[in-house]
Structure formats: C-alpha cells, structure tokens
C-alpha cells in the first residue's frame, strides 16, 4: 500500500520537506519513493503541489498523512471520502482518577483534638467557680 508523507530536506533547524509517494510499510527515510508530488516550506508556508498526480495516487488508495491531508485540503485539492480529516483537537483522558487526591475519601478530624478542646472546655468552667 502506498502512502503519501512527507519527507524532510534542508540543513539542521531550518527544514523543509518533499510531499512523497512511498510503500507506507516501510521508514520514511528507508522506503523506495514511487514519486515526488510537491513540496512544502513550514517557514514560508509555501506549498507547491502537482495537483493532477496526488489525485491520480488518492483514486489509487494511497493514505495521506494527517499533516498532508491538511496541505491538500488547503490546496483545495479534492479529497475521497475515505480520507479522514483530522480536526486538530486533542481528547485527554486521565487515567486512574480514582487514584488523584480529590477523589479519595475526607479524613475525619482527629479524635485526639475533639477531646483536647472538651479538657480545655471542663478546666475554664472549674476555674470560674
């Protein structure tokens, strides 16, 4: 099955990457590339694309990946029905929440300072008297 990724080019803290056809089994970095479809500078936010040759790979079954599937949407290239269009929103779950400190059961008060405070109490009454 053929996927298409991107694949990254340029020196050390500046990249930007070719949008690529490649066997999705394989490493980006190790897979043989079938074809070269565009490119795309996250700095400059330029995106060139062969528009013709990613929809001829799309009607074949090749899966973009989330970030590709957003540059072709904002090509407006047009996208099958089985692409699955990522909205960027990300679900926490937290795990074990029986576990966090809010969920355990309220201590009771100690009992030692309930029967200080009825000692202090009784000794107040007597010197009164």
Do not use: C
């Amino acid at each position: 099955m053929l996927a298409i990724r991107l694949q990254r080019l340029g020196r050390k803290g500046y990249p930007t990457y070719r949008v690529a056809v490649q066997e999705s089994h394989r490493h980006p970095t190790s897979g043989r590339v079938v074809a070269y479809v565009g490119s795309y500078n996250p700095h400059t936010k330029e995106t060139s694309l062969n528009s013709e040759k990613v929809a001829f790979y799309l009607k074949n079954g090749a899966q973009p990946t989330p970030r590709v599937v957003k540059l072709l949407a904002e090509q407006k290239v047009k996208l099958p029905d089985w692409v699955v269009k990522h909205t960027g929103e990300h679900k926490s779950a937290i795990k074990n929440t029986e576990k966090l400190r809010k969920n355990q059961p309220k201590e009771e008060a100690p009992v030692e300072a309930a029967e200080e405070s009825s000692v202090d109490t009784s000794s107040e009454e007597a010197s009164k008297e």
